[in-house]
């Protein structure tokens, strides 16, 4: 019996061994499958990253930000069109530290088409929005002076060259102009010059349309000689032009003014503004002084910069007065060759106008003035 016993187990215990080992090569099988299930969809996953990067999907995903930092620390385009170091653009801002120059020229990068129906379209770089600020005018008040003095600041983003939207193109649509904008960062302002818009007729209604809370800008200068200086850059585009005194007046012997022309019609500034208080109130509006702009650029920029929420950044540590072009120009950065000043085209001089016909568009002026003095609360000094 228990030699019969014995097998039995012997058997038994082979048995047992024998189930063992089938399992063990059962599991060790299954785990060979899993394996190569594993190698074959990282296969399939390395090769789909692989088409699409080929294909250029992955040029839209976002680098790490000190990738982007140090490519811009190499080299950073300004937006007048100069290259400088980001050492040379931290000094020029002073107070203002490396990673928000940095952040300041990543909004302007891109210049990707904008989606149809979105407000702003973001990416890695801001967004495009309307402007909360435009300067409206006045043609040769100092409207590029200003804009120029502004771009110094660190949180202002603005359209190099002027749109003309509300004026000529306002058939392309919102879209399209919104597209035209800088991109910009939370916490910077978006702006554009435009000098047209402050005479424009339909000017108000459509900045209205698109914002009630757009902030506006209006230098103005004296009506005179701002009507001189408009006559002396169309003289140098078109050498054959008329006398001034002969486009100025409709009969020279009467002395009526022809209202008609351009040059004479821009400096009637209560007219033009009455149209744009039809829209917005006057809390929206600043007007800056373009005498000021000149002589004290410092203490008008600290009006504007407080008029747009900004830190007074723009100080008259900025500026130095040109005296061959008669102009304040901004001191140059660190390290650049000559300091930054307005073209060749501002601070021509002017032809000589005979004193009685200077005399007579001054005393038209002068109600429109006064008028003007009454609707803005302040007087600007031009009789």
């Not at 980001?86 to 300041?104: E, F, P």
């Not at 035209?180 to 916490?187: Q, Y």
Request: include cysteine; charged fraction near 20%.
């Amino acid at each position: 019996m228990w030699h019969v016993s014995s097998v039995v187990s012997s058997r038994s215990g082979l048995r047992l061994m024998g189930c063992s080992k089938w399992r063990a090569a059962f599991n060790f099988g299954h785990l060979r499958v899993q394996s190569k299930l594993s190698v074959f969809f990282t296969m399939i996953i390395l090769f789909m990253y692989l088409f699409y990067c080929l294909n250029g999907y992955c040029d839209s995903l976002p680098r790490p930000v000190y990738d982007q930092q140090s490519n811009f620390q190499n080299k950073i385009i300004l937006n007048d069109g100069h290259d400088a170091s980001l050492q040379q653009q931290q000094q020029q801002l002073g107070a203002y530290n490396a990673s928000q120059v940095v952040r300041d020229q990543l909004s302007d990068l891109s210049n990707s088409d904008a989606p149809s129906h979105n407000i702003s379209i973001a990416n890695t770089f801001g967004s495009k929005k309307f402007p909360q600020a435009i300067i409206i005018g006045v043609k040769k008040g100092g409207t590029r002076a200003l804009l120029e003095f502004l771009r110094i600041h660190p949180d202002v983003r603005a359209v190099g060259s002027e749109p003309h939207f509300f004026d000529r193109f306002y058939d392309k649509g919102l879209d399209w102009y919104r597209n035209l904008m800088p991109r910009t960062l939370e916490g910077q302002i978006t702006m554009e010059k435009t000098p047209s818009y402050f005479i424009t007729k339909e000017a108000p209604r459509r900045v209205f349309s698109m914002s009630r809370h757009t902030k506006l800008i209006v230098v103005v200068r004296d009506p005179v000689t701002r009507a001189v200086s408009d006559y002396t850059q169309t003289l140098t585009k078109s050498p054959g032009l008329p006398s001034f005194k002969n486009l100025a007046f409709r009969n020279a012997t009467t002395g009526l003014i022809d209202t008609s022309w351009s040059a004479v019609r821009i400096g009637i500034y209560a007219k033009h503004l009455e149209n744009w208080l039809r829209f917005f109130p006057l809390s929206r509006l600043l007007f800056v002084s373009g005498e000021r702009l000149v002589t004290d650029p410092a203490g008008e920029m600290g009006r504007v910069q407080d008029f747009l929420g900004l830190k007074r950044v723009v100080t008259d540590k900025h500026f130095y007065f040109n005296q061959t072009k008669g102009f304040p120009c901004l001191k140059k950065p660190e390290g650049s060759s000559r300091p930054r000043c307005l073209g060749k085209s501002k601070g021509r001089p002017h032809p000589q106008i005979p004193s009685e016909v200077l005399h007579r568009l001054r005393d038209f002026y002068r109600p429109f003035n006064l008028k003007f003095y009454q609707m803005t609360g302040h007087n600007f000094g031009w009789d």
